[in-house]
Antibody
Framework: EVQLLESGGGLVQPGGSLRLPCAAS????????MSWVRQAPGKGLEWVSG????????NYADSVKGRFTISRDNSKSTLYLQMNSLRAEDTAVYYC??????????WGQGTLVTVSS | QSALTQPASVSGSPGQSITISCSGT?????????VSWYQQHAGKAPKLMIY???NRPSGVSNRFSGSKSGNTASLTISGLQAEDEADYYC??????????FGGGTKLTVL
């Protein structure tokens, strides 16, 4: 069974940083591209970032480019999202997601990030 | 990348059929067969219901079906059931090697 478990969320001040890990199990992590998707309170889904199987290709939404960095450790089956220069509009539930052939097929349960003073 | 366009809400009675549209551009919906649909119940993670425009993952009811014409994709739910009440999102892979979602549609089963 595919499991994606995010952690690291919490309350952070504007301008601060957070690192979100996502522990994957139930599949061969190193064989799949991965993504982060977020959902602001009461709002829709927004794709944030994606990374290829070997980590060489990384893409970002314009809203986070230059502030967020996606990475992965295949030896630990873990995906990461480093978030810097956080803004109030980054407040959201952040979901870790597995990709199969250009489709987001599995989602974690999400971790809430709140940016507020 | 602009969000795909979905109706904010749709409704139907048990047993009826409803269709949710998802409009994009030639750079996303119209240019790829990588269109997906997700169901999200309140407080839960999204669940994949349709992928590659019209394919259902194992375990998803055949009451759910998808299609695409040009830059617009559609999700049809037949034989509506109370448990279908949820938010539905479309998504497409894009020419920028990113993904874009629709704004979401709230389905109410009357």
């Amino acid at each position: 069974e595919v499991q994606l478990l995010e952690s690291g969320g919490g309350l952070v001040q504007p301008g601060g940083s957070l690192r979100l890990p996502c522990a994957a199990s139930g599949f061969t992590f190193s064989n799949y591209d991965m993504s982060w998707v977020r959902q602001a309170p009461g709002k829709g889904l927004e794709w944030v970032s994606g990374i290829s199987v070997n980590g060489y290709t990384r893409n970002y939404a314009d809203s986070v480019k230059g502030r967020f960095t996606i990475s992965r450790d295949n030896s630990k089956s873990t995906l990461y999202l480093q978030m810097n220069s956080l803004r109030a509009e980054d407040t959201a539930v952040y979901y870790c997601a597995k990709i199969r052939t250009k489709t987001i097929d599995y989602w974690g349960q999400g971790t809430l990030v709140t940016v507020s003073s | 990348q602009s969000a795909l366009t979905q109706p904010a809400s749709v409704s139907g009675s048990p047993g009826q059929s409803i269709t949710i549209s998802c409009s994009g551009t030639s750079s996303d919906v119209g240019g790829y067969y990588y269109v997906s649909w997700y169901q999200q119940h309140a407080g839960k993670a999204p669940k994949l219901m349709i992928y590659d425009v019209s394919n259902r993952p194992s375990g998803v009811s055949n009451r759910f079906s998808g299609s695409k014409s040009g830059n617009t994709a559609s999700l049809t739910i037949s034989g509506l059931q109370a448990e279908d009440e949820a938010d539905y999102y479309c998504s497409s892979y894009t020419s920028s090697s990113t993904w874009v979602f629709g704004g979401g549609t709230k389905l109410t089963v009357l």
